[in-house]
């Protein structure tokens, strides 16, 4: 070969090596998540709830991918969240309820689709810590390039931090401004010519309830005999615990579900509108179970805060209409850690190396899993004492909140959070209720030690409690489980970082 050619060879390589790698990240679809705070599994019309309305929804359930049996990785909020970015349970970084965050070492989904080319924004609830610039556990430390975030739930007219700033009001819907804040933030992604990973969560159907005049007024005619009954829930005045007729507070709470199901289907239509919707895949999910002051029409027992399924079985769907070409219903258990191996198969990113209590759900979506290849594991962690003598993971100052809201804690209108070294594992850590759900058998060790066997295919309201008659099935699951939770206090020990 003579000189000029081989000069021209090396000219022309590089531009074929990059237009093979835009080739292959056009082929990489679009993200959306979307999560709903506090949306339990039946308050979604799809699922027969006989009062509500959410069309759209209902539409997606309709043409593409209904995970009938999604489960949130803990019957509370922030724990979930942590295992949305990590494919983790949350009680290996010590997120273990609401108001304890995340650490700085753990590897996010957004970090991973970050590096992989993808533009990451993040709108509406965190909840892992405080959005703050300062903050090592902020949507923009934890790999997200945009944020727009409260550190908690909000509601009409909310205030939102942009990219760590102080915190600015919005004016309006709360679900309807975030929407509208994503596809601003898709708009410049699509114009830089990356792919775009975009996370909503909202504030809704959270309480204190509040909503629109025009999406209340559907909600006028519901039973009178829920007016009979007076529930416990926060003031929008006081901020204060107050107690109200449930049919006032169902009619905020569906009017909240509904503004938000309106707001997916403005993302939708503005998705095809801008010929995206094909190869953008949208999954939308709740965080856990209907809250005791919305829980009127659920099949199952227990709700927001305890393990049975109605605290932990949640909306599950998914879109995807370049690759989800029919309607499908499965009927697999699936659970929020799923959802970062699951991006990453489709994405073609390696996962962490390091323990992950999620698997990937490709061939599911792909119509090629019947049955999951391994249980699934919940631990409400009893953090009574966690802060004896420990050592707080993050400098105080760094864990104080500063987007406010309605609900008090304490007399504080803000949030902070907590996080604590666990250098070494006691046999107290084992304690708080856990439970080991395998394809058919759903095993219960409450804090007490009570030990309950549910056949959860069979009986889905968990009624009839089969532990003695199954002795040998009981006594298998619980070593199962007790090695898992060893497991995942060795990660709590940072033996992962």
């Not at 993971?393 to 500063?402: E, V």
């Not at 199962?480 to 060893?486: E, F, G, I, M, V």
């Amino acid at each position: 070969m003579t000189v000029r050619p081989l000069i021209l060879l090396l000219l022309v390589l590089p531009g074929l090596l990059l237009a093979g790698s835009i080739s292959h990240a056009a082929d990489r679809p679009n993200i959306i998540l979307l999560m709903g705070d506090d949306h339990g599994w039946d308050e979604a019309g799809y699922n027969g709830h006989p009062h509500l309305h959410t069309p759209v929804l209902d539409e997606m359930a309709a043409a593409g991918l209904k995970l009938n049996r999604f489960y949130s990785a803990h019957p509370s909020c922030s724990p979930t969240r942590a295992s949305v970015m990590t494919g983790r349970h949350p009680n290996r970084c010590g997120t273990f309820a609401p108001n304890w965050s995340t650490r700085p070492e753990e590897i996010t989904i957004a970090r991973l689709l970050s590096q992989a080319g993808y533009r990451c924004g993040h709108f509406g609830k965190w909840h892992l810590g405080p959005v703050k610039a300062d903050s090592p556990i902020s949507p923009g430390a934890m790999g997200f390039d945009e944020w727009l975030a409260h550190d908690n739930f909000f509601e009409l007219n909310p205030q939102f931090s942009r990219n760590g700033g102080p915190p600015e009001q919005f004016e309006g819907e709360s679900s309807e401004i975030l929407i509208e804040e994503a596809i601003r933030f898709i708009e410049q992604s699509t114009g830089s010519g990356k792919p775009f990973f975009t996370v909503v969560w909202y504030g809704s159907p959270h309480e204190p309830y509040s909503g629109l005049e025009k999406d209340l007024a559907l909600y006028d005619d519901l039973p009178e005999e829920y007016a009979d009954t007076m529930v416990r829930l926060t003031s929008n005045e006081t901020g204060r615990p107050t107690q109200r007729p449930l049919r006032d507070v169902l009619r905020e709470r569906y009017a909240e579900i509904t503004a938000m199901d309106r707001s997916i289907g403005r993302l939708r239509d503005w998705l095809s509108e801008q010929g995206l919707r094909e190869n953008t895949l949208v999954w939308y999910c709740g965080d856990n179970g209907t809250p005791g002051d919305g829980i009127v029409t659920s099949p199952f027992r227990g709700k927001k805060g305890n393990m049975y399924e109605g605290g932990l079985r949640v909306p599950g769907l998914i879109e995807w209409p370049a690759k989800i070409t029919e309607p499908m219903t499965s009927d697999v258990h699936t659970v929020t850690s799923d959802m970062l191996p699951t991006l990453c198969d489709i994405v073609g990113v390696d996962v962490p190396q390091r323990p992950l209590d999620g698997i990937g759900l490709l061939p599911l979506i792909e119509g090629k899993m019947t049955e999951r290849p391994e249980p699934i594991f919940f631990w409400s962690y009893n953090t009574r004492g966690e802060a004896r003598g420990r050592e707080p993971y993050i400098a105080p100052p760094l864990q104080q909140g500063t987007t406010p809201l309605v609900k008090l804690m304490g007399n504080i209108a803000t949030r902070n959070f907590s996080n604590y070294r666990h250098p070494e594992i006691a046999e107290s850590d084992y304690n708080g209720t856990r439970v080991m759900l395998g394809n058919r058998y759903k095993l219960i060790v409450h804090n007490n030690g009570k030990i309950e066997l549910f056949d959860i295919v069979a009986d889905p309201a968990e009624k009839t409690d089969l532990a003695e008659d199954n002795p040998e099935v009981a006594e298998a699951m619980q070593q199962q489980l007790r090695d898992w939770q060893h497991s995942v206090l060795t990660s709590l020990t940072g033996a992962d970082y």
